[in-house]
Nanobody, 125 residues
Framework: VQLVESGGGSVQPGGSLRLSCAAS????????VSWHRQVPGKERELVAE????????NYADSVKGRFIISRDDAKNILYLQMNSLKGEDTGVYFC???????????????????WGQGTQVTVSS
């Protein structure tokens, strides 16, 4: 299982970025997937997630209405579209996949949570 993020960079406030997370070794449409971010001195926080077979999504309050999590099932890629970026969105963004349970609620005893290596997003004027 491997997760590889890309798409980070530097952008001015109000700008947009789209992060990608290429998955291999499993099918992203079968498992809960999510984006998290971390800034120095703070705990890693959940930004957005897809949590069930109906593709129900959850977002951190701070990004609601600005960020959109989505998948391309044919390419096995997870995305995070980030719009109206603010300075407080700066951080390292990680994608994650929870292979302990499927989106249909079937538990996989051999599964675990996987993380990508992270991609830096800097929002600054």
């Amino acid at each position: 299982v491997q997760l590889v993020e890309s798409g980070g960079g530097s952008v001015q406030p109000g700008g947009s970025l789209r992060l990608s997370c290429a998955a291999s070794g499993f099918t992203v449409s079968r498992f809960p997937v999510s984006w998290h971010r971390q800034v120095p001195g703070k705990e890693r926080e959940l930004v957005a997630e897809i949590v069930n077979s109906a593709d129900h999504t959850n977002y951190a309050d701070s990004v609601k209405g600005r960020f959109i999590i989505s998948r391309d099932d044919a390419k096995n890629i997870l995305y995070l579209q980030m719009n109206s970026l603010k300075g407080e969105d700066t951080g390292v963004y990680f994608c994650s996949a929870d292979l302990r349970v499927t989106l249909h609620g079937i538990h996989n005893g051999a599964g675990k949570v996987y993380w990508g290596q992270g991609t830096q997003v800097t929002v600054s004027s």
